[in-house]
């Protein structure tokens, strides 16, 4: 086994990191518990970084804002190569199961916007008093929750 290659570029300090991808050392340093990203540490135990890990954080976070939990980035970073920035090969592979869920949240925010003032606005979330869109929590037949939001069509006005 050979010694492990000199990175190309110098490694970056936790806070150079930090200021350069725009989250906070404390998340690095969570992110690093849970297994999502790698450090080197030098004699001190300070934690540096190769910039490949700039594109991971970016992944991440991207990742969390269409909904992904930690657990499923990590199952995905599984496939990833370490210490080298991942290919666009890598990414398209990746992006192919993010459409989906994109489009379903997409679709969501749609509904959320449509129903705003009429469903979410009045705060009622299905209760038997509204008499507005809900009477008798006709929805709440179809399950908990706010049901409307959730895409259930508005009861039919009974004969």
Not at 3 to 16: D, N, Y
Not at 55 to 72: C, H, M, N, T, W
Not at 98 to 109: H, T
Request: glycine fraction near 8%.
């Amino acid at each position: 086994m050979g010694t492990p290659e000199e990175p190309k570029w110098p490694l970056m300090s936790i806070r150079e990191v930090a200021a350069r991808s725009g989250v906070p050392a404390s998340t690095l340093r969570f992110y690093e518990t849970r297994g999502l990203i790698k450090s080197h540490r030098n004699g001190s135990s300070h934690r540096h970084y190769s910039r490949a890990v700039l594109r991971l954080i970016a992944f991440i976070v991207f990742a969390q804002k269409i909904g992904y939990s930690l657990d499923e980035i990590a199952e995905q970073l599984v496939s990833l190569p370490e210490d080298t920035a991942p290919s666009n090969k890598d990414w398209q592979r990746l992006s192919r199961g993010w459409k989906q869920r994109v489009a379903n949240r997409i679709e969501e925010l749609q509904r959320l916007y449509i129903n705003l003032d009429e469903c979410i606005g009045c705060g009622c979330l299905s209760l038997k008093r509204c008499k507005l869109t809900n009477p008798e929590d006709r929805a709440g037949r179809n399950g908990p929750g706010a049901r409307r939001w959730l895409g259930d069509k508005p009861p039919a006005d009974p004969e």
